[in-house]
Structure formats: structure tokens, C-alpha cells
């Protein structure tokens, strides 16, 4: 179970989550694919994303068993990455909304999408859209996202991307040999 620890950096209040400690390198994936990693979590985000809320429709959507979509709806939701809000009281029936830390995930789904339509499918089954808020007389058109540093503006590629680590005892080969050895 997951304990909410609370973080004011980036100028905002998060919540994030402690994970238990996992066997081998100290790695926020590692700690994401412990709530994400099983598929009928990814594909369950992904229908809220598209903004069916409703079991039925997420399960008929996803094609999960509904035991197994249970389930992962209720490791998602203790993880803070989905809230239950009801909509009926008799019988009590609730939709699922993505939290913040759910709407985060949105360029992890718009990666596997990319790759999934780049290397998996002839024909992309579905295509992003951009429309441009802030231009409404800007027409909408097939979204070709980017990465972007925030700090400055360059667009990135994997060859610029360096890696600095910071947890201790760690190297990038592995965990570090004892002094003296």
C-alpha cells in the first residue's frame, strides 16, 4: 500500500505516493510499472483518457476480464491515479476520472500510441488531434508532439539526453563496489 507524501517543488502542491522498496536499482520506472505495468491498468487510463468513465464501458472497451478490471481499478485509485465518484445511489454505481497524477500520464499513452501505430500497426487505428485553444481560427490537425526542454526550448533527442545518478551507492553499471575493494 502506498502512503501520500507531500511535495511542494515545481512551485505546486503534488501528492505523490511512497512505493515499497523494490529489489535491485533504485528507478522511478521500476516504481511506475509496480502500479502501471500490468496491461489492463494502461488500456483502463487509456479509456479514461478518452473519456469513457464507466465500468462497463471501459470493460467492454478493454476486453479485461471484469475481476481482473477490478482489481486494477482498485490498485489505480489507491495509487492515486484514478478517483471513484458515484452517480447513482440506488444501486450505488460510480464513474472513474483520472487525478492529476493520472492526467500526468498522458505523454506516456501518447508514446506507446506512437510507437504502437510506428512499429505494430499498417494502418494507425486512431489519430491525436491538436486543437489549438489559444488559436481558434488555427484549424485542428494530427498531433506531432515533441520533447521539449523546458529550460531551453531545444527539442530533444535520445543522443542529447545524458544521465546523472543520484541515488547512493549507484553507478551507471550497477551498484557501486564497496570502498576498499
Same mark, same amino acid.
Given at each position: 500500500?502506498? #502512503?501520500?507524501?507531500?511535495? /511542494? /517543488? ?14 535491485? !536499482? ?6 511506475? &510499472?509496480?502500479?502501471? %505495468?500490468?496491461?489492463? +491498468?494502461?488500456? +483502463? ?10 465500468? =462497463?464501458?471501459?470493460? %467492454? ?15 489505480? $485509485? $489507491?495509487?492515486?491515479?484514478? $478517483?471513484?465518484? +458515484?452517480?447513482? $445511489? ?12 493520472? !492526467? @500526468?500520464?498522458?505523454?506516456?499513452? #501518447? +508514446? ?16 491525436? !488531434?491538436?486543437?489549438?485553444? @489559444?488559436?481558434? @481560427?488555427?484549424? =485542428?490537425?494530427?498531433? @506531432? ?16 539526453? %545524458? &544521465?546523472?545518478?543520484?541515488? *547512493? ?5 550497477? *551498484? ?6
Amino acid at each position: 500500500m502506498t #502512503q501520500p507524501i507531500a511535495d /511542494s /517543488s515545481a512551485g505546486h502542491t503534488t501528492h505523490r505516493h511512497a512505493a515499497a522498496p523494490l529489489p535491485g !536499482r533504485p528507478c522511478s520506472i521500476a516504481a511506475a &510499472l509496480q502500479v502501471l %505495468g500490468e496491461k489492463w +491498468a494502461l488500456l +483502463a487510463v487509456r479509456e479514461l483518457f478518452y473519456g469513457n468513465h464507466r465500468f =462497463d464501458r471501459i470493460a %467492454g472497451n478493454t476486453g479485461a476480464p471484469r475481476d481482473r478490471l477490478t482489481a486494477r481499478l482498485r490498485a489505480l $485509485e $489507491e495509487a492515486g491515479v484514478v $478517483e471513484r465518484r +458515484a452517480y447513482s $445511489e440506488r444501486p450505488p454505481r460510480y464513474e472513474y476520472h483520472l487525478t492529476d497524477a493520472g !492526467r @500526468d500520464l498522458a505523454p506516456l499513452t #501518447q +508514446a506507446l500510441l506512437a510507437w504502437g501505430d510506428r512499429w505494430l500497426s499498417p494502418e494507425p487505428p486512431v489519430v491525436l !488531434r491538436h486543437h489549438p485553444a @489559444d488559436r481558434p @481560427d488555427h484549424p =485542428d490537425h494530427p498531433l @506531432d508532439a515533441a520533447w521539449t526542454c523546458r529550460t531551453c526550448g531545444a527539442e530533444v533527442h535520445n543522443p542529447d539526453i %545524458g &544521465l546523472e545518478i543520484r541515488s *547512493p551507492g549507484w553507478d551507471r553499471q550497477g *551498484p557501486k563496489p564497496p570502498p576498499g575493494r
